[in-house]
């Protein structure tokens, strides 16, 4: 089945600076990749989403690549702040055959 | 507005002792899934429901059921907490079987077993 790999599992950037978080995916099939914010508490919110015939999708501050040769995809975050400090989950999807496999997760920190 | 409600957000039970956890949404999605959360760990797939038709995963203990008696309303039964079932049981929906552009989380209920 699917597997997802997400790096690094902590992330501590000072306020201004850019955080990249990486993922990589087993089943070339997967065609939906999406990032969660999960904040302390609640429950996972979709921030960005990109699927397989799509290679990068920006929604300001934020951004993600998808390299489907590599099986690998990124959260870009640009001039954090510190309300962007939470735990971040990348997923895959292979649509109507299966389930959402996540990542097991990015606590990121932003310091003012 | 929120679109998925979970009841209660903090759950205390006592080992053994049968408990049910309660989601409900106002986006008429065909299908309700439950996932159960570990501390810093990813969201783990129960079961979901397509519509009435109940779609278990192979590695769900029989300790969990679920129900859903319409299109709003899915249920987390848990017959014998155990102290690992302590976890946060997220509910989600979406439009249709694996089409996940279109989800959305609750915010969760932590249950406790003590």
């Known amino acids: 089945g699917e597997n997802v790999e997400q790096h690094p599992s902590t992330l501590s950037v000072q306020e201004g600076d850019s955080a990249v978080i990486k993922c990589t995916y087993s089943?070339?099939?997967?065609?939906?990749f999406p990032w969660y914010k999960q904040e302390l508490g609640k429950g996972p919110q979709l921030i960005i989403d990109?699927?397989?015939?799509?290679g990068e999708k920006k929604d300001q501050r934020i951004a993600v690549t998808l390299n489907k040769t590599a099986k690998h995809f990124s959260l870009h975050i640009t001039e954090t702040q510190p309300e962007d400090s939470a735990v971040y989950f990348c997923?895959?999807?292979?649509?109507?055959?299966?389930?959402?496999?996540f990542g097991k997760g990015t606590k990121l920190s932003v310091k003012p | 507005d929120a679109m998925v409600i979970q009841n209660p957000r903090y759950q205390v039970t006592q080992f053994g002792k049968p408990v049910t956890l309660s989601c409900s949404q106002t986006?008429?999605?065909?299908?309700m899934y439950w996932y159960q959360q570990k501390s810093s760990q990813a969201p783990k797939l129960l079961f979901h429901?397509?519509?009435?038709?109940?779609?278990n995963e192979a590695d769900t203990p029989d300790n969990f059921q679920s129900r859903r008696p319409n299109t709003s309303f899915c249920f987390l039964d848990i017959r014998s907490p155990g102290l690992g079932d302590a976890a946060m049981y997220l509910c989600?929906?979406?439009?249709?079987?694996?089409?996940?552009?279109?989800?959305?989380f609750g915010q969760g209920t932590r249950l406790t077993v003590v």
């Open positions: 989600a929906t979406s439009r249709d079987v694996g089409d996940f552009t279109e989800a959305f």
């Open positions: 089943d070339s099939a997967s065609n939906y």
């Open positions: 990109i699927r397989s015939n799509v």
């Open positions: 997923a895959a999807s292979k649509g109507s055959q299966g389930n959402l496999i």
């Open positions: 986006l008429n999605h065909n299908v």
């Open positions: 429901y397509y519509d009435k038709d109940f779609n």
